[in-house]
C-alpha cells in the first residue's frame, strides 16, 4: 500500500512564499504522474499543477508565473513553490501520485495541508 505525507502548510502574508512536499512511501516499482490539488469549504477539489513522467509540467491558470512544481523520483517526492501568494490560494492542498506496485497501477492521496494566506 502507498502512502503520501505531505509537509510544509502554514500561515503566510499576501504577497509571500511557501514551499509544499510530499513524500510517498510503500512498494513503488513506478512513478506516472504526481500533482498538486487543492480544496476549499463549499467547492470542488481542482487541479493546481501536475509534473508527468516526462517532467512534462501544467499548471492552473490563476497560479501560472507564480508556482512551480517539482519532483524528485529517488526521494518519491513532489514539491509545490508557492510565490506572490494571494488570499485566493487558500485551500487545503492535498498530494497526488500514480504509479505501479508490485503487481498493479495505483493512485493515491495525501491527507492535505492546509495554507493560509492572510495579514
Known amino acids: 500500500q502507498v502512502h503520501l505525507v505531505e509537509s510544509g502548510g502554514g500561515l503566510v502574508q499576501p504577497g509571500g512564499s511557501l514551499k509544499i512536499s510530499c513524500a510517498a512511501s510503500?512498494?513503488?516499482?513506478?512513478?506516472?504522474?504526481m500533482a498538486w490539488y487543492r480544496q476549499v469549504p463549499g467547492k470542488e477539489r481542482e487541479l493546481v499543477a501536475l509534473?508527468?513522467?516526462?517532467?512534462?509540467?501544467k499548471y492552473v491558470a490563476s497560479v501560472k508565473g507564480r508556482f512551480t512544481i517539482s519532483r524528485d523520483i529517488a526521494k518519491k517526492s513532489v514539491y509545490l513553490e508557492m510565490n506572490a501568494l494571494t488570499p485566493e490560494d487558500t485551500a487545503v492542498y492535498y498530494c497526488y501520485v500514480d504509479g505501479h506496485g508490485t503487481h498493479e497501477d495505483f493512485d493515491a492521496w495525501g491527507q492535505g495541508t492546509q495554507v493560509t494566506v492572510s495579514s
Open positions: 510503500g512498494t513503488i516499482s513506478q512513478i506516472y504522474d
Open positions: 509534473i508527468t513522467d516526462t517532467d512534462s509540467t
